[in-house]
């Protein structure tokens, strides 16, 4: 597929459909549904091993024409030489344990054969698919369903590199987190998590937990699709913590998030929580049902820019709360939550308007007689087609712009711009050709 780079200025290049049926169908245009099942037309690196549900352990491997039968003996095989890279072709590939890749796997590539759809089905009786705790792997253009925890799970990794997946059905009932349809945890530095589609998740959709003493560093979250997450629990679509207050380089970009839960189980749709600071939200499409469209707590420094926020489905647009957990068994330090800014944002609504656009959080801080710092709200754009959208409560747009950023069919979730969006602020360049797996 050509990458076609616009200006918003000119067109959000996005087309979201209406999500029907059991959401195999991506609303993305250009995005793919993980359904292909041809001979396969790209180019395959050489050498490389093959693994097919219709092939045999006995065999060589090293052609397509004579592939593996199981994961676990390509995985052998390239622990066992210089060869690292493995193509998984068409086919389903029943697991009954989770494909576990560690130190011994460092520099792999798991891949789709061209053109061809492998899918790894964990029949509702499998906890992860994938477990990640080596450097360097790569996995991309797999089909992941039916597993009751993770799809694609590491820990403690550098340059895990997650692209152009279809990650579905994962239904995850988590007491207190760990489980999501991507779940990274631990120290995770240089990884990239891009081009995915994911849908049909009881938790979170992708999720990275930073505890005490770990690091996330140069973090890419970009072009992904999510949706239909949090059914059953708290979370968030896109969900990163950051409890160290170490972090650098988070960057949530180009990023389409629908249907993120419902207001009873506060879901939401990009959510910053426990001080995770200094992340980069831009560009990204939040819409659908949910509690908030996104959530920052205790956080500093986090960008909010060029993103749309339909809040047509929740009952407010974002939650800024304050850390209260300083004396509890696992405590947090109060930072300020300074330099928050929230500027250039569409914010859209086909509802009554809410008392106020958003919930403010600083009661247990007030009672301590601590203070943190409000976001610096400025120049969004604000349309509301059943009432004017309030500025007003305890966090307010200094210079807000009311204008009708003329959607397309915002109801049939296509937020096109009929004629461009609206001139109030500027819109910097996006790529939004390419949200979901890239073809292959």
């Known amino acids: 597929m050509k990458k076609v780079f616009v200006s918003l200025l000119l067109l959000w290049t996005l087309v979201i459909g209406a999500c029907g049926g059991d959401g195999s169908t991506s609303p993305i245009a250009g995005a793919g549904t993980g359904t292909g099942t041809g001979s396969g037309t790209g180019t395959v690196t050489d050498p490389a091993y093959f693994v097919s549900p219709n092939g045999s352990d006995t065999n060589a491997g090293t052609k397509s024409s004579s592939p593996f039968a199981t994961l676990d003996q390509a995985r052998a095989a390239m622990r066992g030489s210089t060869t690292k890279t493995t193509y998984l072709l068409a086919g389903t590939y029943t697991m009954r344990a989770a494909l576990t ?11 789709a054969y061209p053109g061809q759809t492998p899918v790894l089905d964990g029949n509702k009786a499998v906890n992860v698919a ?16 039916n597993f009751t925890e993770c799809g694609i799970k590491g820990i403690n990794v550098s340059g895990l590199y997650i692209d152009s997946n279809t990650i579905r059905y994962i239904t995850s009932t988590p007491v207190d987190g760990g489980q999501a349809s991507v ?4 120290s995770i530095k240089k990884g990239k998590i891009t081009h995915n589609l994911i849908y049909g998740a009881g938790y979170a959709g992708i999720e990275v937990n930073a505890e005490w003493g770990d ?3 140069n973090l890419l979250i970009d072009m992904n699709e999510v949706r239909d997450t949090c059914t059953v629990a708290d979370c968030g679509g896109i969900y990163v913590m950051d409890r160290s207050h170490v972090n650098t380089g988070v960057t949530i970009t180009n ?7 419902s207001a009873t189980n506060q879901g939401v749709g990009i959510y910053l929580d426990d001080e995770m600071s200094n992340a980069t939200v831009k560009s990204n499409l939040v819409y659908g049902t949910g509690n908030w469209d996104f959530l920052i707590h205790g956080g500093d420094h986090n960008t909010f820019t060029n993103n749309i926020f339909d809040i047509s489905k929740v009952p407010s647009l974002g939650m800024y709360e304050d850390i209260t957990h300083t004396t509890s068994a696992t405590p947090l330090t109060n ?3 300074a330099g928050n800014t929230f500027q250039c944002n569409i914010v859209y609504s086909s509802s009554a308007p809410p008392a106020a656009l958003w919930e403010y959080g600083n009661d247990g801080l007030a009672l301590k007689g601590w203070v943190i710092a409000k976001p610096a709200v400025s120049s969004n754009i604000y349309w509301g087609t059943n009432g004017s959208l309030p500025n007003t409560g305890a966090i307010v747009d200094s210079s807000p712009a009311v204008a009708d950023p003329r959607f397309v069919d915002p109801a049939k979730a296509d937020y096109h711009f009929k004629s461009g969006p609206p001139t109030s602020c500027v819109f910097l360049p996006v ?9 292959h």
């Not at 994938?130 to 369903?145: A, C, E, K, S, Y």
């Open 101 to 111: 890749l560690d130190s011994a796997d460092n520099g792999e590539s798991w891949l």
């Open 130 to 145: 994938i477990q990640v705790g080596g450097d360097n792997i790569t996995i991309r253009w797999l089909t992941i369903q």
């Open 183 to 186: 779940e990274l945890g631990g």
């Open 215 to 217: 690091d996330i560093s």
């Open 255 to 261: 990023n389409v998030v629908g249907n993120h839960g």
């Open 335 to 337: 930072f300020g939550m």
């Open 431 to 439: 790529d939004l050709a390419n949200v979901g797996p890239l073809p």
